[in-house]
């Protein structure tokens, strides 16, 4: 019998991540949360630990990281779940909101990866970054976006590569536009929220968003 997995999963406290969260569960996994949400998820279970706090503070990170250590000596898998969304036209974006971009979905992914390497298995170690369908096509209004999560992927590639001789896997998920409150609050901000949800959901082949479980179910299947 395997033994269960021994997970770290940023962004746990909602939307994909918090679905993520609830797969790994679901298979009797060993978790270590963290999200930006003070409030520990309702959904995590008693001898789950949850750590709330910012990715882009190092000192965050080396904190998350010794607490794996603690929790599990190793980790099987690191599920890279977390990042901001933020629309904005090049022209009128600041640099400073930019960078908040930058810095939120590609560095603090770097900083984690970089502190957790040490830590991960050599016999089944595999990291899962969560990027999106716009780190590979361009859409209006989300230019800064894109270049994260394309750099993202580019990430994970060339990652994959280094880290391939040490025994430790590196994979993508980029998902669709799916279901999550970020995505739900941004078309309540429009003045018919329904139709722009129906003109969105007519964009996609299936006709629909995808469910936040949709993305979860590939993320575990990449990790073990």
């Known amino acids: 019998m395997t033994a269960p997995l021994r997970v770290v999963i940023t962004g746990a406290s909602s939307g994909i ?10 298979e009797g996994d060993r ?7 003070t409030e520990r998820p309702a959904t995590a279970r008693s001898n789950e630990r949850y750590l709330p706090g910012d990715l882009g503070d190092d000192s965050f990170v080396a904190r998350l990281v010794s607490e794996a ?5 190793e980790i ?14 090049l022209t009128r974006m600041s640099v400073t909101e930019a960078s908040r971009v930058i810095d939120a979905n590609l560095l603090s992914v770097f900083s984690v990866v970089h502190c957790a390497v040490p830590l991960m298995s050599r016999e089944r170690g595999s990291i899962v970054c969560v990027a999106s369908r716009l780190g590979m096509v361009g859409m209006p209004g989300q230019v800064l976006y894109s270049a ?3 750099g993202l992927i580019m990430f994970a590639r060339a990652a994959a590569v280094e880290l391939a001789p040490e025994g430790v896997r590196v994979n993508v998920v980029a998902p669709g536009l ?11 901000r429009h003045d018919d929220p329904d139709t722009y949800a ?3 959901a007519a964009t996609i082949p299936l006709g629909r968003l995808a469910e936040p479980a949709e993305s979860a179910a590939d993320s575990r299947s990449r990790s073990h």
């Open 17 to 26: 991540g918090a679905a993520v969260a609830e797969r790994f569960r679901r």
């Open 31 to 37: 978790l270590l949360l963290t999200g930006r949400r």
């Open 69 to 73: 250590a603690r929790e599990f000596g």
């Open 76 to 89: 099987d898998a690191l599920v890279l779940c977390h990042g901001l969304q933020s629309e904005g036209s």
């Open 148 to 150: 994260a999560k394309g």
């Open 178 to 188: 799916t279901m999550t409150p970020v995505i739900r609050d941004g078309f309540a």
């Open 198 to 200: 129906a003109e969105r």
